[in-house]
């Protein structure tokens, strides 16, 4: 157990919609990074915060927006989803900047039908 | 840009042997780090290992343990006595030290540990 939790696990919906992926970080934890895993893309970076800034951001889509709250969990908000948007989400997180590791969380499988 | 290539998308090994997996990477940067990570079927990311570029001396955790070559920027990960439960998939990840703190991941080798 890495001490991130994601939620939900799964994720079924539908073409056009809408969805929102939640991750805690491990405690004293300051940066989140979201990462998506593809069968075609393989694992991506999307978007980086740290201490509720926006750090970087990599291969994200407009569609998708991301946010770091007070308490540091952060959210993935993805939108009008597409097929090829299916895929497994992770959240990881890390204590800072200073090239410390990144422990991952269980990941999200979201299915658009 | 980073890159990172797995060059061996499957590899397999008898149980209780040692096995390499090869990993080279692109870079201009002179400070970074590696990783090795393993996924298992249950598709969790677990650390394996890591390698800060300015230290010449190879990382090691138990069994697993990296040979670095700087300037042939390869990154290989040696698993010895290999067990049952190391088969999984094994991404190669590169991170800046400055700037940019996202991990760059190879394709992945898919480890089959034969009994």
């Known amino acids: 157990d890495s001490g991130v939790t994601q939620t939900p696990k799964h994720l079924i919906t539908a073409t056009g919609q809408r969805v929102t992926l939640r991750c805690s970080p491990r405690?004293?934890?300051?940066?989140v990074y979201w990462y998506q895993q593809s069968l075609d893309q393989g694992l991506q970076f999307l978007i980086q915060?740290?201490?509720?800034?926006?750090?970087a951001k990599g291969n994200i889509l407009e569609r998708f927006s991301a946010q770091q709250f007070p308490d540091l969990h952060s959210e993935l908000n993805l939108s009008s989803l597409e097929l090829g948007d299916s895929a497994l989400y992770f959240c990881?997180?890390?204590?800072?900047?200073?090239?410390?590791?990144?422990?991952f969380g269980p990941g999200t499988r979201l299915t658009v039908l | 840009a980073q890159t990172v290539t797995q060059s061996q998308p499957e590899m397999s090994v008898q149980e209780a042997e040692t096995v390499t997996l090869s990993c080279t990477y692109d870079?201009?940067?002179?400070?970074?780090?590696l990783f090795w990570y393993k996924q298992p079927p249950s598709r969790q990311m677990i650390l394996v290992i890591r390698?800060?570029?300015?230290?010449?001396q190879n990382a090691t955790e138990n069994r697993f343990s990296v040979n670095f070559q700087k300037a042939a920027k390869s990154f290989s990960l040696k698993i010895s006595d290999s067990q049952l439960g190391d088969a999984a998939m094994y991404f190669c990840?590169?991170?800046?030290?400055?700037?940019?703190?996202?991990?760059?991941f190879g394709k992945g080798t898919k480890l089959t540990v034969n009994p």
């Open positions: 990881a997180s890390s204590r800072g900047t200073s090239g410390g590791e990144q422990y």
């Open positions: 405690s004293g934890d300051l940066s």
């Open positions: 915060y740290y201490n509720g800034e926006e750090r």
């Open positions: 870079t201009s940067e002179s400070d970074y780090y």
């Open positions: 390698q800060e570029a300015y230290k010449q």
């Open positions: 990840a590169y991170r800046s030290q400055g700037g940019s703190e996202k991990l760059v």
